[in-house]
């Protein structure tokens, strides 16, 4: 499958704590991105990292990138009630150059 | 600028019938993706539209239809609903002058359940 595979799938943290998830593919990594969506809701894009990157940050997001892992890793610090949601990691690899979405971490942030 | 919209937001069908989505682009972009997600498999993509032509296309049975119109809205049908159907259907665009690399917007999904 092309999908991406998300680690953990569900991260129970408490407020000012960090949270990492990961993700990986078995195809290229091209334009990886990270998404939010809050329950039932759209999904807004939250960073990209190009291929030739290894690290970039916005805000309190930081996301690493390994290539010859296929990998990715998106940390959120000093979380918020706020950032309760489920986080998606997407791809533009594969054969048909379409965004192929990980299956996503549930994160839910205790006040 | 307005964000993408998708209408209706949440509907009820019964197996056999058939629906219809629209999604309507920010405007200036003229790629509209359309993905299906559900609690067992997730973010599937169905198709991708750029200029009116259906530039790519997903694992879905050929109920599964769509079209984009001049103006880039974008509709897409699913005919002879199954009980499997019941998903959150999302609308994303892009500028999408080539293939897309970059970021998608989202619309909130119209939400369907079959019964």
């Known amino acids: 499958s092309q999908q991406g595979e998300e680690d953990p799938q569900a991260l129970s943290i408490q407020e000012g704590e960090n949270a990492t998830m990961n993700c990986s593919y078995k195809?290229?990594?091209?334009?990886l991105q990270w998404y939010r969506q809050n329950s039932g809701r759209g999904l807004v894009h939250l960073i990209l990292?190009?291929?030739?990157?290894r690290e970039k940050h916005s805000g309190r997001l930081r996301v690493t990138l390994d290539t010859s892992k296929k990998s990715s890793s998106l940390l959120i610090t000093a979380s918020r009630a706020a950032d309760t949601a489920s986080y998606f990691c997407?791809?533009?690899?594969?054969?048909?150059?379409?965004?192929?979405f990980g299956k996503g971490t549930k994160l839910s942030v205790k006040p | 600028k307005a964000g993408v919209t998708q209408t209706p937001r949440y509907l009820i069908k019964t197996r056999g019938q058939q629906v219809t989505l629209s999604c309507s682009p920010i405007s200036g972009h003229r790629s509209v993706s359309w993905y299906q997600q559900t609690p067992g498999q997730g973010l599937q993509f169905l198709f991708e539209?750029?200029?009116?032509?259906?530039?790519n296309k997903g694992n879905f049975p050929g109920r599964f239809s769509g079209r984009q119109f001049s103006n880039s809205r974008s509709e897409m049908n699913v005919s002879t609903l199954e009980l499997g159907d019941s998903a959150l259907y999302l609308c994303?665009?892009?500028?999408?002058?080539?293939?897309?690399?970059?970021?998608?917007?989202f619309g909130e999904g119209s939400r369907l359940t079959v019964l």
């Open positions: 195809t290229s990594i091209n334009n």
């Open positions: 539209y750029f200029s009116e032509t259906q530039r």
């Open positions: 997407a791809n533009y690899g594969g054969s048909q150059g379409n965004l192929i």
């Open positions: 990292i190009r291929s030739n990157e």
């Open positions: 994303a665009s892009s500028l999408g002058q080539g293939r897309p690399t970059g970021e998608l917007f």
